[in-house]
T-cell receptor, first 114, second 113 residues
């Protein structure tokens, strides 16, 4: 099975712009979670989508939003970018392995806000 | 909400020695505890996980122990090798209506040859 893929891998934006990141989960997986990774704050949960519905949400401002399509692919959008949004954005695809719910991470999108 | 603390933040060991990383969690409803390894510039990779109905789990040189009463769990790596050098993250999840992982701050492990 192909792993979790994310596009683009790198992005450079300026303050005030908006950005859309894409995640394709492992085939058959219906849950996609998004995480922000920074040196200062570590790995923080943004939100989770399951069957096109947001099932969980972290403590991020409304500038961060997401959606999931019928084929389970997910996008996240950040509007009005701030310098502090520079981070590695990881998506994770959840499936069931040996009775446990395991999250498999994609390679991430490195966002730099100038 | 859930809070996960991880110690130490850095760990240097000699090749062949053991490494132990400890995490504590705050939400007694948490029932799933994975450990991820992240090498420089790469994605986090699951190395082992444990559920709250199990006290210990082992996979070759790595093992995880869970103490539900004390709300802490630990990762043990035996016979460390240079390729074990990476950042390790613990996480916790209640698994209720979804699978939101709350991560510890990470431990940078350096195995010296």
């Amino acid at each position: 099975k192909a792993g979790v893929t994310q596009t683009p891998r790198y992005l450079i934006k300026t303050r005030g712009q908006q950005v859309t990141l894409s995640c394709s989960p492992i085939s058959g997986h219906r849950s996609v979670s998004w995480y922000q990774q920074t040196p200062g704050q570590g790995l923080q949960f943004l939100f989770e989508y399951f069957s096109e519905t947001q099932r969980n949400k972290g403590n991020f401002p409304g500038r961060f939003s997401g959606r999931q399509f019928s084929n389970s692919r997910s996008e996240m959008n950040v509007s009005t970018l701030e310098l502090g949004d520079s981070a590695l954005y990881l998506c994770a695809s959840m499936g069931t392995s040996h009775g446990t719910d395991t999250q498999y991470f994609g390679p991430g999108t490195r966002l730099t806000v100038l | 909400g859930e809070n996960v603390e991880q110690h130490p933040s850095t760990l240097s060991v000699q090749e062949g020695d053991s490494a132990v990383i400890k995490c504590t969690y705050s939400d007694s409803a948490s029932n799933y505890f994975p450990w991820y390894k992240q090498e420089l510039g790469k994605r986090p990779q699951l190395i082992i996980d444990i559920r709250s109905n199990v006290g210990e789990k082992k996979d070759q040189r790595i093992a995880v122990t869970l103490n539900k009463t004390a709300k802490h769990f630990s990762l043990h790596i035996t016979e460390t090798q240079p390729e074990d050098s990476a950042v390790y993250f613990c996480a916790a999840s209640t698994g209720a209506a979804g699978n939101k992982l709350t991560f510890g701050g990470g431990t940078r492990v350096l195995v010296k040859p």
